[in-house]
């Protein structure tokens, strides 16, 4: 099992950045491929990006792509999300998830363990 506890977000002008960071504890965050999801109010949760268990390879949701970047430090368990260019439809509550799949998944259902999650508002 693993514990996920999110940080970094905050309120920001549109065009500006965040880091969100992901700290990992419990079993091995290596072993795990990771993700990041997001919830607007009304909505359902969607996938953002997701990184393998050695960061070789990403995937990221068409909405973000080129403004957001995922990546990872296995050395001190943490997962991060830089994002720029941000813009007020970016708005959301923002997750980090762990998956036990050894392959890059974008469903929530391939997700086994979620943080709290960190709320980002994006002002236009």
């Known amino acids: 099992q693993v514990q996920l506890v999110e940080s970094g977000g905050g309120l920001v002008q549109a065009g500006g950045s965040l880091r969100l960071s992901c700290a990992a504890s419990?079993?091995?965050?290596?072993?795990?491929?990771m993700g990041w999801f997001r919830q607007a109010p009304g909505k359902e949760r969607e996938f953002v990006a997701a990184?393998?268990?050695?960061?070789?390879?990403?995937h990221y949701a068409d909405s973000v792509e080129g403004r957001f970047t995922i990546s990872r430090d296995n050395a001190k368990n943490t997962l991060y999300l830089q994002m720029n260019s941000l813009k007020p439809e970016d708005t959301a509550v923002y997750y980090c998830a762990a998956s036990t799949r050894d392959v890059v998944v974008t469903t929530p259902e391939r997700y086994d363990y979620w943080g709290q999650g960190t709320q980002v508002t994006v002002s236009s």
């Open positions: 990184i393998s268990w050695s960061g070789a390879r990403t």
């Open positions: 419990g079993r091995t965050f290596s072993s795990y491929t």
